[in-house]
């Protein structure tokens, strides 16, 4: 017998719409590329997006295709969200920060025809453009007098987004459509060789964004303004432009002012209650607010994500700014959110110090999604905190496969392999150790990285660290330790080492100490191990010549 209730399909427009109708004046505040402020709120977004879907009519989408976006985080992106995931078509955001030459590959790779751009990204367009011929228009995220000139391959157009709009009228209904249809399509970040394009369906989306609004999650409510630093090409924004209008929250867009100082002072003007990003934009806000003396005036909470938070980070956030800091973590496969960190009941009863390394974790499973930790064989690991293993996930907002290829990226049972390294303790917090290739490798030891680099940042004079785990004759590889030093400071390498001393066992401590002017770092904004293996690999340790 099947069930007696209303089978609406669970559609990206579902959330817009009643975000203009319940939540019609919750704000949506943009800074623009120019450094100005734009207002709007929910119905207005909604309003310009079924605008927008009549363009997009116009200018020859139709079914699912890929339309393509090179943009900042503000409020025309996300009426491209809407409209292009409401009409039935795949919104397909770029990571402007990967090489021209990848960014050309993704959109031929997703055979996007139109790419809707800001501005800024003018000199990248042009670099772009030739390698491109499936790509018949560019639209430019701006006013007619705001209009670039751009040289563009013969036969692509360059349009004005504003025009587009004045030309189209809003008479649009969003269409019913089947909520396994795809919506909107990201990119992995090829650290690991050439992207891989991972295709979120409407049901996924809609699925992960109630998930996501739990209370033990972001839990977000109508009451917070909501400031995603996560840029809206990295996995959606981490599914805050859905989660935010699904409750009502406002949203607060930076653009493309990511520093510490546009960051604290949009953050106090907007009266942001809850922000969102990776650990280095954390990073760079503290290090304002030290330089500074500033202060965060209503920001109560911040997610970090994407790679490990430090503890340093949300020890400082919690005890000097009075902002607790919650560790998530997830990959683009994930939609991005798997695991989430918030206390259970038993907890309460530990020690601060145990609460505390408790905390730090990467987290519980958000409800809908599973995991496990398995060994190279396939066995499933205790969840006892101390062995790892392999860490894989299942749920509905998982990938099966990846596009445009021939086989499911799963198992049987369904099972994806996220490439990540973890322990589970018994309350269910999961910790990563590493990503598998990142792992430092000893005498058939496994060292984690991600613990090494947490030492050395809490060090007083270091501004970011890398482990890579070099060369050695006799145990395959040891960690070398590169960092950075904070303005001003110098860094004594026997000192820093000297701090491993009782935090891990001593045969972990690094060899030895490179210090650098600055890291390479990836698309998403973390260090990029490959190239640090590639320069630091065949570094002659003092102890390999022994
Ligand atoms: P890419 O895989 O291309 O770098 P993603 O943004 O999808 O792009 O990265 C996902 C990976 O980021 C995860 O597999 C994991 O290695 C790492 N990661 C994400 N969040 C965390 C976290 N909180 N702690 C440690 N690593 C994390």
């Known amino acids: ?106 959109l031929n790779d997703a055979g996007s025809g139109l790419v809707f751009a800001d501005t800024s990204f ?35 157009a360059l349009l004005c987004y504003e025009t587009l709009l004045a030309d189209a009228d809003e008479d649009f209904a969003w269409p019913r459509l089947d909520e396994e249809q795809a919506s909107a399509l990201c990119y992995t970040s090829g650290t690991t060789g050439r992207p891989k394009g991972v295709l979120y369906s409407h049901r996924s989306t809609l699925l992960h964004a109630y998930a996501v609004n739990l209370p033990d999650v972001f839990g977000l409510r109508s009451i917070d303004r909501v400031l995603p630093v996560v840029p809206m090409f990295h996995v959606n924004a981490w599914g805050l432009p859905y989660a935010a209008p699904m409750v009502g929250a406002s949203l607060v867009m930076p653009g493309r002012h990511l520093d510490g100082a546009s960051m604290q002072s949009l953050m106090n003007s907007e009266r942001v209650t809850m922000s969102a990003g990776v650990p280095t934009v954390w990073m760079g806000l503290l290090q304002h607010l030290r330089a500074t003396g500033g202060t965060l005036d209503t920001l109560r909470r911040l997610v970090c994500g994407g790679s490990a938070c430090p503890p340093m980070l949300i020890d400082t956030f919690a005890r000097d700014y009075g902002v607790q800091v919650d560790h998530a973590w997830g990959m683009t496969e994930t939609s991005p959110l798997g695991t989430y960190n918030t206390p259970k009941p038993g907890m309460a009863a530990l020690s601060p110090e145990d609460a505390k390394a408790l905390h730090y974790k990467q987290g519980r499973a958000v409800p809908g999604l599973d995991m496990k930790i398995v060994d190279d064989a396939g066995t499933e690991l205790p969840w006892d905190g101390a062995t790892f293993g392999n860490l894989m996930v299942r749920g509905p907002w998982v990938t099966r496969r990846y596009l445009n290829a021939d086989t499911d990226a799963t198992d049987a049972e369904g099972w994806f392999a996220t490439g990540d390294v973890a322990t589970i303790d018994p309350h269910g917090l999961m910790e990563i150790t590493d990503r598998t290739k990142d792992i430092v490798k000893s005498g058939g030891e496994w060292i984690s990285s991600i613990q090494l680099e947490n030492i050395a940042v809490a060090h007083p004079d270091v501004a970011e660290a890398a482990i890579v785990g070099a060369r050695h ?74």
């Open 1 to 106: 017998m099947l069930g007696l209730m209303q089978s609406q399909p669970l559609l990206i427009s579902s959330i817009i719409t009643h975000a203009a109708r319940h939540h019609a004046h919750a704000e949506v505040v943009s800074r623009t590329t120019e450094g100005a402020l734009h207002r709007t709120d929910y119905a207005g977004i909604e309003r310009r997006a079924r605008t927008l879907a009549r363009a997009l009519l116009r200018l020859g989408v139709q079914g699912t295709d890929r339309v393509a976006t090179l943009a900042w985080n503000g409020h025309r992106h996300l009426e491209l969200y809407y409209a292009v995931s409401g009409m039935g078509a795949v919104v397909h955001t770029v990571n402007p920060r990967l090489s021209p030459d990848d960014i050309a590959f993704v």
């Open 122 to 156: 003018v000199p990248l367009l042009a670099a772009v453009a030739p390698l491109v011929p499936g790509v018949r228009a560019f639209v430019m995220l701006a006013d007619p007098a705001e209009m670039p000139e751009v040289a563009l391959a013969p036969g692509q």
């Open 473 to 546: 004759p006799k145990w395959d590889e040891r960690p070398l330790l590169i960092v950075v030093p904070k303005p001003g400071r110098a860094i004594d390498p026997a000192a820093l080492l000297a701090s491993y001393a009782g935090k891990v066992a001593k045969w972990w401590t690094p060899d030895e100490v490179v210090v650098v002017e600055q890291l390479p770092h990836t698309a998403t904004g973390k260090l990029n191990k490959l190239a640090l293996r590639q320069q630091f690999r065949d570094f002659k340790l003092a102890s390999a010549a022994d």
